[in-house]
């Protein structure tokens, strides 16, 4: 369901009875979206009538699977055998349900997804006892007042906006206003609209609120705090300047991961700190890890190296079972979960969870992130697996060789997508190529780059190499092979030469 108080308020109902709640992407189509609904096991699926089509391209996945479908608001209802919510919940009893005594603090509250190496969403366990930590933690941290106005244009179904904005309102009775999908052209109208005190952001939406033309209602709101991740050191100063922003609660954290960090006194570019002085009293910490692999490097003695201040290197925490902050509650998956445990990392014997993100720690204990490690890139505020994107590929191209990895654009948050396809089995129609993916990936995780080679390089055990590809990127200098870009306009893949490289690079052709 896209954003919208209902949607809030099923999942909190839902949770009153006993029944966990999967918060799924709306992006997610076909395959990605039939087993987002059936790894986890679900008895039905409730969804806003905006998203019917979606459901019904899988409907004969669920119907194997035996689930009910709720729609809320209006429809077609020929479309196919769908229970109106809205029908239902007028001749449902107006009293309150009974609540079931046996939920409790440390039971599971809801789902939520993340990309994973496994090319396919991966159901990230939220307990009751985590959403009400995270959530005040970030208040309490950033010393907020009652009685704020919370405004988010971000998904329910990630957990920035999800857990941490509405749990102000749930847990501590504070207003949040929502929006059904990011507008900058609206966003500073919507927080004089509702009076928003607090605002929400990911790098990618403060390029886009820099971008916009100088207004006056850029500096006639309440706004004095955000609130988010990924606003980076150049953009820093100069967004607080123009918008009259006070104070910037840069934070850094997953759904499912006990690495959680602040940034609580303005210091530019840092996600958070950790003592120096007493590294104990929150045992999180940088390590080394290999480059190529991306494993842990270890000394003799079989324990992680830790990192020196400027050494970047993977982020971890260490997991204290029973702990509601130090615990990790893993994914639906116990494979998915194991992949993210490291052995005798602080001392012999520990475990400690893996974030999947290289940071740098300065001389003071300031964190910044530097990029993420394995099989997945950020692009557009969303988390892209690279296998899921290959598998779609292989699949549209009858099974031939292909990676996919993220590469840099100047002016431009995260990592774009680039796929280097093999052309010894196929013959590429690129007219129809990115229509194609569309029905397999969110327009998000549409590779930007494509370069068509000769062979892709493999390692012994066939895995096919990527480094390489991934440090050349769509460079003309570099890259002999034929390039490829996603024109926007076109929504097709046109060849790409010198120079249209140096528009995008200059920034004249915006992605």
């Given at each position: ?5 209902e ?19 709306t ?26 089509d979606?459901?019904?391209?899988v ?37 309150s ?13 809801f ?40 405004y988010t ?43 928003a005190?607090?605002a ?16 006056p ?31 910037v ?20 570019g ?32 079989g324990?992680?190296?830790?990192c ?17 902050v130090?615990?990790?509650d ?6 998915a ?31 910044y ?33 292909c ?10 948050e995260?990592?774009?997508?680039m796929g ?15 229509q ?9 995780a ?16 066939y ?48 992605i």
């Open positions: 369901m896209e954003n919208k108080p949607f809030v308020a099923l999942w909190l109902g839902l949770s009153k009875i006993g029944i966990v709640a999967a918060l799924i992407n992006n997610q189509r076909l395959q990605a979206l039939a087993h987002s609904v059936t790894v986890v096991k679900s008895k039905a699926i409730i969804f806003g009538s905006e998203l019917l979606a459901v019904k391209d409907s004969n996945t669920l119907d194997r699977n035996g689930l009910k479908y709720y729609c809320y608001g209006n429809f077609d209802p020929k479309s196919f055998s769908v229970n109106s919510l809205d029908t239902l919940l007028l001749h449902s009893l107006p009293v349900p009974l609540t079931i005594s046996q939920v409790n603090f440390s039971d599971r509250l789902y939520i997804y993340t990309s994973g190496t496994t090319g396919l969403p991966k159901a990230a366990i939220i307990k009751h006892s985590r959403f009400i930590w995270l959530g005040t933690c970030v208040r309490w941290m950033l010393n907020m007042p009652d009685n704020e106005i919370y244009s971000l998904p329910l179904y990630h957990s920035a906006a999800g857990l941490l904005f509405t749990c102000q309102a749930v847990v501590h009775g504070d207003t949040v206003a929502l929006r059904r999908k990011f507008s900058a052209s609206k966003f500073w109208e919507d927080c004089i609209k509702f009076n005190t607090v929400q952001y990911i790098g990618e939406t403060c390029r886009y609120l820099m971008a916009q033309p100088v207004q209602e850029q500096r006639q709101h309440r706004v004095s705090t955000v609130i988010g991740n990924g606003l980076r050191p150049t953009l820093w100063s100069s967004f607080c300047k123009r918008f009259q922003i006070k104070t609660g840069e934070f850094y954290g997953s759904s499912e991961g006990n690495t959680n960090i602040i940034n609580t006194n303005n210091t530019t840092a996600v958070g700190f950790i003592s120096r002085i007493i590294p104990s009293i929150y045992p999180v910490t940088l390590i080394k890890v290999d480059e190529a692999t991306g494993e842990p490097l270890r000394n003799k003695d324990i992680c190296v830790k020196k201040p400027g050494e970047p290197g993977e982020f971890v925490g260490k997991i204290i079972k029973n702990d509601p130090r615990n990790f893993g994914y639906v998956n116990e494979q979960t194991t992949m993210k445990v490291a052995k005798n990392v602080f001392s012999m014997g520990d475990l400690a969870f893996l974030s999947g993100d290289l940071m740098v720690m300065d001389e003071n204990g300031y964190i992130f530097k990029d993420r490690t394995g099989d997945t890139f950020r692009w557009k505020g969303e988390n892209v697996s690279t296998m899921e994107v290959e598998a779609a590929i292989s699949q549209v191209l009858g099974f031939t060789d990676v996919v990895y993220g590469v840099e654009i100047p002016g431009t995260g990592k774009a997508g280097a396809i093999s052309d010894s089995k196929c013959a590429i129609d690129f007219n129809t190529l990115a194609n993916l569309k029905k397999f990936l969110p327009l998000y549409v590779p930007i780059f494509l370069r068509v080679v000769n062979n892709l390089d493999s390692t012994g055990t895995k096919l190499k990527k480094v390489n590809l991934q440090q050349e990127g769509y460079d003309m200098n570099r890259v002999k092979d034929p390039l490829y870009y996603l024109d926007m306009n076109t929504v097709k893949y046109t060849p790409l030469d010198q120079d249209v490289y140096e528009k995008i690079i200059s920034g004249k052709i915006r």
